[in-house]
């Protein structure tokens, strides 16, 4: 299984940014797929996901942020508006599948200038 993640860059405050990865070598069912962010200590936190339950947010990026998934080809993306400073880090896409199999792309630098 491969995650191709792309879409990451420089913006100022205010600007958008749209990530997306494209999960290859799917061979199971996929439970969801979503966004993480890398803390200064290395924890990787929800950003975004969606999986059976619908679309669910960090607090912190709730309107701001929505993520959609396209099943057909295994590809899930980040719109990101009005972003802040804060939102600053390495983005990592995420695919959980059956059976607990859970695997991660390399990551994508997204930094915000205020």
């Known amino acids: 299984v491969q995650l191709v993640e792309s879409g990451g860059g420089l913006v100022q405050a205010g600007g958008s940014l749209t990530l997306s990865c494209v999960a290859s070598?799917?061979?199971?069912?996929?439970?969801?797929m979503g966004w993480y962010r890398q803390t200064p200590d290395y924890q990787r936190v929800l950003v975004a996901v969606?999986?059976?339950?619908?679309?669910e947010y960090a607090n912190a990026v709730k309107g701001r942020f929505t993520v959609s998934r396209d099943n057909e080809k295994n590809m899930v993306n980040l719109r990101m508006d009005s972003l802040k400073p804060e939102d600053t880090g390495v983005y990592y896409c995420?695919?959980?599948?059956?059976?607990?199999?859970?695997?991660w792309g390399e990551g994508t630098q997204v930094t915000v200038s205020s």
């Open positions: 995420r695919v959980d599948g059956n059976w607990g199999r859970t695997y």
């Open positions: 070598g799917i061979t199971f069912r996929i439970n969801s």
């Open positions: 969606d999986g059976a339950g619908g679309p």
